[in-house]
């Protein structure tokens, strides 16, 4: 299958600083990739789409300014969590979709997440 | 907004069973996808299904895309420990809209 690579896979931070999350696909391009956000033993809660040359999309109830999403080229997009505090601690995986192969352009492929913590 | 109901929450059951998991739908899908997720890592996409009807096997997993458009199911076949973790049911009901996700099976296996 496709190979989406996400870094870091681990993150502790202070409270108040910044924490950017690359995600990339490595042998397809993607016009749109998906961030998502996993709370313990609970499902994927779908936050962005990130469009490539555009500004991305937000799911109700996330604030843009603090989970700016940046999609400069069809295989890279960037969460940065602005001044992250303890509620924001997390895991946040991104999947991407092959844009441009019919037999598995149906098909979301993940990231293996980055687990943040903020103290 | 569309629900997706998947169930059961948990299983646990001895080495060699066959386990069986389904998802319902309040709308029609187009697609149907499963995926299994282990702790501390991203979904690894297992089947994915795109016709009603369709019946699609990989290996010891089988999964089908109800008649209805509004179910699947996933049955793994003599279960071994590896194939612990959370199974995720998801599903799409045109191209362009995100997928929605099943909360998840939590599968343990008893040697």
């Known amino acids: 299958g496709a190979v989406v690579s996400q870094h870091p896979s681990r993150v502790i931070c202070k409270s108040g600083t910044s924490v950017k999350i690359e995600c990339r696909s490595l042998?397809?391009?993607?016009?749109?990739m998906f961030w998502y956000r996993q709370f313990p033993k609970k499902s994927l809660m779908l936050m962005a789409t990130?469009?490539?040359?555009?500004?991305?999309?937000?799911e109700q109830g996330v604030e843009k300014d603090k989970f700016l999403i940046n999609h400069a080229s069809l295989t890279l997009s960037t969460l940065t969590v602005t001044s992250a505090h303890p509620e924001d601690s997390s895991f946040y995986i991104c999947?991407?979709?092959?844009?441009?192969?019919?037999?598995?352009?149906?098909?979301?492929?993940f990231g293996s997440g980055t687990q943040l913590s903020v103290l | 907004g569309q629900q997706l109901n998947q169930s059961p929450q948990s299983m646990f059951i001895q080495e060699g069973e066959d386990v069986s998991m389904n998802c319902t739908s309040s709308?029609?899908?187009?697609?149907w996808l499963w995926y299994k997720q282990d702790p501390g890592e991203g979904p690894v996409l297992l089947i994915a299904?795109?016709?009603?009807?369709e019946l699609t096997s990989n290996g010891r997993l089988t999964a089908q895309f109800g008649i209805t458009r509004k179910d699947s199911f996933l049955n793994i076949s003599a279960s071994i420990p590896s194939d612990v973790g959370i199974y995720f049911c998801?599903?799409?009901?045109?191209?362009?809209?995100?997928?929605?996700f099943g909360k998840g099976t939590r599968l343990s296996v008893i040697a």
């Open positions: 999947s991407a979709r092959d844009s441009f192969r019919v037999d598995r352009g149906e098909k979301l492929f």
């Open positions: 042998d397809f391009q993607a016009t749109t």
């Open positions: 990130s469009n490539e040359g555009s500004k991305a999309t937000y």
């Open positions: 709308s029609i899908f187009n697609t």
């Open positions: 299904l795109y016709k009603a009807g």
């Open positions: 998801a599903g799409r009901w045109s191209g362009n809209t995100p997928l929605v």
